[in-house]
């Protein structure tokens, strides 16, 4: 779509890179576990831009050409025991950099869109600054309660596999992860996902170590029900339910606990977000904006 990249210094040494398009209600996409901003491909951004929204989609630390982190990402064993490097960042450290990022942006407050580890910042943005979030879209993502929202065994195997020294390797790795976690009611887009996977390595070659210190972020955040419960944002559940990362019992987790969140299904939607499924993820996110707008209009000033 053409916007340009900018850097945002968000506090504690943390730079973000974004870009923001459109003009309207203000909106933060916020992406999920290794992925950088485009994983909220262009399309999708521009169904939400003609619906009046101003649009940022931004990478995460520790991917794309954000800050990473100087350190070793723990391995299995290491993840399996909870032993975390003492700089370890966490779920809350990531919601902080969400938070100077709207500084930055000069929003009082936002919608916010995550999906899956994007899910569970936006999660972890509302509970703790619930002024700044008008609405909460949490797509396939969990509240880190045990035995629900995990990914299948099958999953587990293939995430930790060795990683990708070439960008070949990498591409090729991508296509093969989609064809088992992406959304097995719909036609996988191999072109779009090598393009994808391509660019990811093209911003940040040999992207393992920043997702293995992420994914030790999620974990070490634990289970957030009793904080998830605490969100007062208007909250839409989106989820597939033909998901191998996050169990669709992920998302109904998340809905029972924020009061009155809202649980919609897409039937044959997995991990991934098919194109075929962009206008109708454009139209509940909008109604949903549009519906969380009306009704802080109605409310009384006190």
């Known amino acids: 779509m053409g916007a340009a990249e900018r850097v945002a210094e968000v ?68 993840l399996a025991r909870k032993r975390w490097d003492p700089r370890q960042y966490d779920l809350g450290d990531m919601a902080a950099d969400t938070a100077g990022l709207l500084d930055v942006l000069g929003w009082r407050s936002a919608h916010l869109v995550g999906m899956s580890m994007g899910g569970m910042i936006a999660q972890t943005v509302a509970a703790r600054y619930p002024a700044r979030v008008s609405s909460l879209t949490s797509i396939f993502s969990t509240t880190g309660a045990a035995r629900v929202g995990r990914p299948a065994l099958s999953t587990w195997a293939r995430m930790f596999r060795k990683p990708a020294r070439t960008r070949d390797q990498h591409v090729e790795e991508a296509v093969n992860m989609y064809r088992h976690i992406g959304s097995a009611g719909y036609p996988i887009d191999e072109a779009r996902i090598r393009a994808t996977a391509g660019l990811t390595w093209d911003r940040d ?23 998830v419960r605490t969100i007062t944002a208007p909250t839409l559940v989106l989820h597939g339910d033909r998901d191998r990362m996050v169990n669709p019992t992920g998302g109904a987790v998340t809905a029972a606990a924020i009061p009155g969140a809202r649980l919609h299904t897409l039937p044959g939607m997995g991990h991934d977000l098919p194109v075929a499924l962009w206008p109708t993820f454009a139209d509940l996110i909008d109604s949903h904006i549009r519906t969380a707008e009306s009704r802080s209009s109605d409310a009384p000033n006190l």
């Not at 040494?13 to 870009?19: A, F, K, N, Q, V």
């Not at 923001?20 to 209600?25: E, F, L, T």
């Not at 070659?205 to 972020?217: D, F, S, T």
């Open 205 to 227: 070659p040999h992207p393992a170590a920043g997702v293995g210190r992420q994914l030790a972020g999620v974990l070490k955040s634990g289970d957030r029900t009793r904080e």
């Open 11 to 78: 506090g504690r040494g943390i730079t973000l890179t974004y870009e923001r398009q459109g003009a309207g209600v203000p909106v933060l996409l916020i992406a999920g576990l290794g992925q950088q901003k485009h994983e909220w491909h262009d399309g999708l951004v521009a169904q939400l831009v003609v619906r009046g929204h101003e649009v940022v989609r931004f990478d995460n630390r520790d991917v794309g050409t954000s800050t990473h982190a100087g350190f070793r990402p723990p391995g299995g064993l290491a």
